[in-house]
């Protein structure tokens, strides 16, 4: 069976490797430091789903989830996100923004398996 693709959407480079620890067994993982270079990925790869986080520098996650949304074959792509942030409004706006799922690091490792299996109807 062929793995479901995961792009992860992070400015830490520790956060990518340890989510590629995490989901590297199950599924075909990239990881980029941007949203910038998630879009170029996105532009020219197939992904199953993206893990996104809100607190980056340039391109924070909101304005990278309107990006991804607004090109038409993208649009329905499910989106987790995956954040440190705790401000409550941001929390409401992330939860109301259409995403699969909002998880707050540190994520627990069985959480982001269920969360992500839910998602993508493999359980």
Do not use: C, W
Request: aromatic share 4%; charged share 25%.
């Amino acid at each position: 069976m062929l793995k479901k693709k995961i792009l992860a959407i992070d400015d830490s480079a520790i956060v990518l490797k340890q989510l590629q620890n995490i989901l590297d067994k199950k599924f075909d993982f990239v990881g980029v430091t941007s949203g910038l270079a998630a879009l170029k990925r996105l532009d020219n790869e197939v992904f199953d789903l993206v893990l996104l986080d809100l607190e980056m520098p340039v391109m924070d996650g909101f304005a990278t989830l309107t990006s991804i949304r607004q090109r038409e074959v993208l649009k329905d792509i499910p989106i987790i996100i995956l954040t440190g942030t705790r401000h409550k409004q941001k929390v409401i706006k992330g939860i109301t923004s259409g995403v699969a799922g909002y998880i707050v690091k540190p994520a627990d490792s069985e959480q982001l398996l269920a969360k992500i299996e839910t998602t993508l109807g493999l359980r």
